[in-house]
């Protein structure tokens, strides 16, 4: 075997200096040449940080195993004119969901609001929406892209003529909404079991119309007035399946797609509940639970949040 050739004394020194100059960010090449950053490593994880967090979703497992041994909570259960107290103790409190039929008998709105009635009411009132949905992928993360306007009973003409996603009145165009939207006001009543006097936010939509999985910061009280909605829920046990990266969504995007559980496997196993929300019925959506939102019909519902107890939780929210 050969060996290496032996380097001169200068040769020597000009590898030491070439070595020195690099730790200082000089390469020694000519100037002007292009200058490749080094790839730093990743950096490795802590082992006693990745046991905790596989500590931490076995607890949540094991304690949503456990919650499914009674059909009261384990389930979503389905409730008649629920009172206030039992409200508080079997679901607020602990952060259950259940639907409460009902509650809204005597609503005006119930009767009245036909896709007709609500074009008259409100008119040519300019109101906002959220458009050019379908070629989106991220409709719901840029939703001020997607912020349009257009007189009432135009929309309403539009959705008949058009059902599906493009088009939605949705909560996040609530400001915009109220004052056009006031006449229907006087078709509502109150619940005043779970909620201190304050309006919903509305959302109006032809069928088809859909909100990707996702977790709200505050507990949901949805009131369906029009339609039926079909909704699929998911506890905060199964963040660790969801692909949770960006804010409150999940990559996942709707649990019902089989195209979506190949790209995502983990998502298979995540333990749900499917309701399908008539009109008439509530759903109380604790804070934290995964949930996504098909429209099977025309559909008209309220998303109140002024509930009798304290709805925090967006303020301490990790954002990353």
């Given at each position: 075997?050969?060996k ?18 690099g730790?200082?960010g000089?390469?020694?090449?000519p100037s002007?040449?292009p200058v ?6 990743p950096?490795r ?8 967090l596989?500590r931490?979703?076995w ?20 409730v008649?004119?629920l009172s ?5 103790d079997?679901f607020?409190?602990p952060?259950r969901?259940?639907?409460?039929r009902g509650?809204m008998?005597g ?13 008259e ?15 989106a ?9 997607h912020?349009?306007?257009?007189p ?7 959705i008949a003529?058009?059902p599906?996603?493009?088009a939605?009145?949705?909560a996040?165009?609530n ?10 006001m ?12 304050a ?16 977790f ?17 829920l ?13 804010h409150?969504?999940?990559d996942?995007?709707d649990?019902?797609d ?8 983990s ?10 929300l008539a ?7 604790p804070?934290g639970?995964?949930?996504q939102?098909?429209s ?5 519902m ?5 509930f ?13």
């Open positions: 075997m050969s290496p050739p032996r380097l001169t004394t200068g040769q020597f020194a000009d590898a030491r200096m070439r070595m020195t100059l730790g200082l000089f390469d020694g090449r002007g040449a490749v950053a080094p790839i730093a490593p950096p994880p802590d082992p006693a940080i990745a046991l905790a596989r931490r979703e607890a949540l497992d094991v304690a949503e195993r456990q919650r499914a041994l009674s059909p009261r909570t384990g389930g979503v259960p389905v008649e004119s206030s107290d039992d409200f508080l079997h607020y409190a952060g969901p259940v639907v409460i509650a008998a609503w005006p709105a119930l009767a009245k609001w036909t896709p007709a009635y609500l074009a009411t409100v008119g040519a009132a300019e109101i906002e929406y959220q458009g050019g949905r379908s070629g992928a991220d409709f719901e993360l840029a939703k001020d892209r912020r349009q306007r257009m009432f009973d135009r929309y309403m003409a539009m003529r058009e599906g996603n493009d939605y009145i949705t996040y165009n400001a915009g909404n109220s004052a056009a939207l006031a006449p229907l006087a078709d509502l009543g109150d619940l005043p079991r779970y909620l201190t006097p309006s919903g936010m509305m959302w109006i939509g032809p069928a088809d119309t859909f909100t990707p999985l996702h709200d910061l505050t507990n949901n009280l949805l009131a369906q007035i029009v339609g039926t909605k079909r909704i699929l998911a506890p905060p046990s199964e963040t660790g399946r969801l692909h949770n990266r960006r409150v969504f999940s996942v995007h649990l019902a089989p195209a979506r559980l190949a790209n995502y496997p998502a298979k196993a995540v333990r749900h509940f499917t309701v399908d009109a008439g019925d509530l759903l109380y959506i804070i639970w995964w949930h939102v098909r099977l019909s025309f559909s008209v309220l998303t109140y949040t002024n009798l107890w304290p709805n925090a939780g967006h303020e301490s929210f990790p954002e990353g």
